[in-house]
């Protein structure tokens, strides 16, 4: 099936994640004391590709972009901030959800990473609540339809507006014939818990439902009539913006997860924040085959199909106290490698779908990644410090979700310990050498477990540890993993430990590492994907692990179906008046 | 893409479930007291479509019937039975899997159809075991490759013959560019929790592990010499076959499920049995576009895609005493009504891929089935009532599981209580008649909850009774439903409970109806798939919502990639000599 490849509008040849407020085409946001808002008005020529006008407030990954990084920007710009309101900056209109022209214009990966991004920004949001106690707050004045709709699940409440035709739906299904790719099917049966007998008759109504059925059926938290909205709306941002008020959803994480318990008393929480950080722009510097960062290093071996990842320790010891954390901004070590390491694998997901292989390096003195985490655990406390912990948190899970076998390479000189040490526990597989290098007198590689990486801090989407889930089988794995925290710990120590897969000789590195990534390389990408989504998360599920295996699985096999993508598809042929076609067997 | 469609076999037009131990060609059902042995011993020539030979016991669909039917048997015909012994009558080979040629040659709905039912008869092993404490030990003395060890995995124990060349391995990815599709991946990471790192290189090594190394990595649960097979064979039979020994691999299921507590005393268990129940045939009239049964008839409207099946109540009071009861037989009304159902079930799932919507409707007197519901509560602890609702049990998850839109129609006559009433809370959505129809003189339709309905003992895959299910958002609800226990509840108090989707006048009724099955059957069938599979299993996850959600949507997207089933693909290309050409884009 030859898929037509959408161009890149204005002549750019990359998808560029890095954005920030004054170069918003499509959202504006606005910060009154306690209260952000966010306001959707989607400038219709400002598509990501040619081909298409994102009409109706309509979106494609530009617009998602911008809403990703402004609250990251809310979060550590404005740790004030307790409440967020969404709201469109258009008449009679919510969103219509992603664009229908961009989607069916776009090649099958693309829509496959779109909508993944676009759940992990959703999944961000409800980050923001669980985890920092800001709550958003939804307000839907006119139609809400499918990813418009699947944004506004995202949030902590609904407001609809009950006029007679303001609405939320999902028509995907009687309309476009692919499934709702935002997590809406799950939030409505997870985060909702709206009976799935009214489920299925919204999800199969083009029109959607409004007014008091809505609110009826969970759909919405609230309808107000148009008289009352602001009102209703300021009346909301107080109770929301207060200390009590816990999420009427709160995320429904396995046991484990440490990040999810917000501070609710004054002097922990985020208005004891003096200091603001501004993210100022990462430096970058972009060249055919390589992103160099300061941090992180992206080299691309293009024949081979593989792209080396390095990230490089702290370069000074922690800071002494909180302020002078502060003090350090966006430049403060931990920071700016999850910001770095985020953009360059969204960089490698989007822009570079013929990669096979992410390799991770590391390259740095592990005591001193270990004295970050230490001061980190230190200030657990401060609004900053947890801030940092959730945003790696998030990496994290957005590395555990990318499509590309991982694999974590323990060399001489590397330096994963405690947080770097998460990536190795996130490969597919770790190789870790054992001794030293003819001709290279660096000490033998150490790899150091850290609390980090047993707290559930960090934890997966499933909820846990990725130590818990690397070692659900046997328990007494676990507890010996704990038992070496703070230890240096060679590769035949690290390997009995079960915390990499394999120590190699010097002699068998070079050919084991190649042959094993030629042979990746080899594989079927789609039976990898789906292979790895399956055994990367072992354990419980949460909703997060609901939408991304689930839900993303079935929404991946019906858009390669040609009831959606076909010629006479309804994908292909929404806006033709042509109806489409389909193959009526039931599979 | 056309599907060249395989025909089948020695000229029959569909696919029959039906068979019994003198009809098998692939297996070897034997019988020594508490001990099965089934031997799998494939016949080449055996294929249920034309165009491959079955080598090295490699299966299709029919040999999975066989098997099947053994398990039903060795419960209801066999029930002193404790241990089943899974053994192959080839030499040097367990089992090479799910056919290729076959696959290669399979429409995409027969694919995933045949991947469901192949993994229903898996989970129905573990229900044996689970439920009523029946055992199975795989023993491998050969290669078990692909389906042939995910049949292996659905065993309590695995013995692998340790001699250098006797394997398990999972070599679709490498080998076929598709994912191992009968629960394989999720077994390993779920059941035997098999270290992830470990997991990726197993499944990508196409020669699989053998020996030691197998039972360190828990692939296995242990491994013996060729010379001690027989005695390790004999020993872990009696081990298990004795009361105290529980299952190493208890179903993951949420707490609810009451079915999972097989008997461990002797005088309630399996031992008490007298009367074993043979499995006699069910007759069935087939005509074109009927299929009828004693208590079953199923009417396809092939125009409107639309199939009705209707149940009917039971004939006579329940009967006096468990001896009774074991005296009729498989004629004792619930045993018959399960069996036909699930054959009704499943001819419409291979046979009739057309069939967009399932209609349910029942005749009979709604308080005689709910007694037949407080005989089977009363003799809970004897062993034939037990596996009538273990059959229950499995029969309405197979409904749960049927890709084809659920409709309940509750109308006057309608025997929907207890049992029955399951089915309205299984389907996509119900609807009931209000009052009498004009000139039809019977009394309006009731519906009435019983305990079963809530106890747990007919619990879905995802381990919740299916009101617990429905009304996860809202426990009052379900308090309501439990107060209801017993009460004749027609269609407005019904519709108020929360326990009946819409309730309709007779005014309203035919057009409703009629217009929501024309548009069902207008919409992508594929895209219905996706939906109902999500909104179907709200809450918790289980390791068969997981093999059925996450593990059957990914193979079912990659059955449809080109990687895969393309021209140039895998599959197709497997055993040409010539190499699969792939698309190297990671979606």
């Given at each position: 099936m030859a898929e037509a490849e959408q161009k890149l509008a204005n002549g750019t040849v990359r998808i560029d994640f890095a954005t920030d407020p004054s170069r918003y085409r499509h959202w504006k946001l606005g910060i009154d004391g306690k209260v952000a808002t966010l306001v959707l008005d989607v400038d219709?020529?400002?598509?990501?590709?040619?081909?298409y006008d994102l009409k109706l407030n309509s979106y494609d990954l530009g617009v998602d972009i911008e809403l990703a990084d402004a609250f990251e920007r809310i979060r550590f710009e404005h740790p004030e901030v307790r409440v967020v309101l969404l709201r469109s900056g258009?008449?009679?209109?919510f969103s219509a959800g992603a664009n229908i022209r961009m989607l069916a214009g776009a090649s099958h990966a693309h829509k496959v990473n779109f909508c993944k991004v676009t759940n992990e920004t959703r999944n961000a949001i409800e980050d923001a609540s669980a985890g920092s106690g800001v709550r958003t707050i939804c307000v839907i004045n006119g139609t809400a339809a499918g990813g418009g709709y699947e944004l506004a699940l995202a949030a902590d409440h609904i407001i609809l507006v009950d006029d007679g035709s303001s609405s939320v739906s999902l028509p995907e299904v009687p309309l476009l014939a692919v499934l709702p790719g935002t997590g809406g099917l799950t939030r409505i049966t997870d985060?909702?818990?709206?009976?799935r007998d009214r489920a299925d008759f919204f999800c199969t109504t083009e029109e959607g439902i409004k007014g008091k059925r809505a609110a009826e059926w969970r759909l919405v938290d609230e309808t107000t009539p148009h008289s009352r909205l602001e009102a209703v709306i300021a009346a909301r941002s107080r109770e929301f913006a207060g200390d009590a008020v816990p999420s009427p959803y709160p995320a429904p994480q396995a046991g484990e997860d440490k990040s999810t318990h917000p501070p609710t008393h004054a002097g922990e929480g985020r208005e004891g924040a003096v200091h603001a950080v501004p993210l100022t722009p990462l430096e970058r510097k972009l060249t055919p085959d390589r992103r160099d960062y300061k941090y992180v290093s992206v080299a691309f071996d293009r024949a081979a199909r593989v792209t080396t990842i390095t990230l490089r320790g702290p370069d000074s010891p922690p800071p002494a106290s909180a302020e002078e954390m502060a003090g350090c901004g966006a430049a403060f070590w931990p920071l700016q490698v999850a910001r770095e390491l985020d953009d360059a694998i969204l960089d490698i997901r989007l822009n570079e779908l013929d990669v096979a292989a992410i390799v991770f390096k590391s390259e740095g003195e592990p005591r001193a990644v270990l004295d970050y985490d230490l001061f980190l655990d230190q200030q657990a406390r401060h609004w900053l410090a947890r801030e940092i912990r959730l945003k790696w948190k998030r990496v994290l899970k957005r590395i555990d979700l990318t499509s590309r076998s991982l694999v974590a390479l323990i060399e001489p000189g590397s330096c994963f310990a405690g947080t770097l040490a998460e990536i190795v526990f996130a490969a597919d597989r770790s190789y870790m050498l054992i001794g030293q290098r003819d001709?290279?007198?660096?000490?033998p590689a150490m790899i150091i477990p850290g609390d980090v990486n047993l707290s559930g801090t960090l934890a997966m989407s499933n909820g846990l540890a990725r130590l818990r889930t690397r070692f659900l089988g046997e328990p007494e794995g676990y507890e010996k993993a704990r038992q070496a925290v703070g230890q240096l710990l060679d590769a035949e120590a690290a390997e009995a430990l079960g915390l990499v897969t394999f120590a190699l000789d010097d002699i068998d590195w070079n050919d084991e590492i190649r042959l094993f990534l030629e042979e990746r390389a080899s594989f079927s990408p789609d039976s990898l994907t789906g292979l790895e989504a399956n055994l990367r998360f072992g354990g419980p599920e949460t909703m997060e692990t609901k939408i991304f295996a689930r839900l993303t699985a079935w929404q991946n096999w019906i858009f390669q179906r040609s009831n959606a993508t076909?010629?006479?598809?309804a994908l292909s042929r929404y806006g033709t008046g042509r109806k489409p076609e389909f193959d009526t067997k039931r599979a």
């Open positions: 219709e020529k400002g598509g990501l590709f040619e081909g258009k008449p009679r209109v985060k909702r818990k709206v009976r001709g290279d007198n660096r000490l076909g010629e006479a598809g």
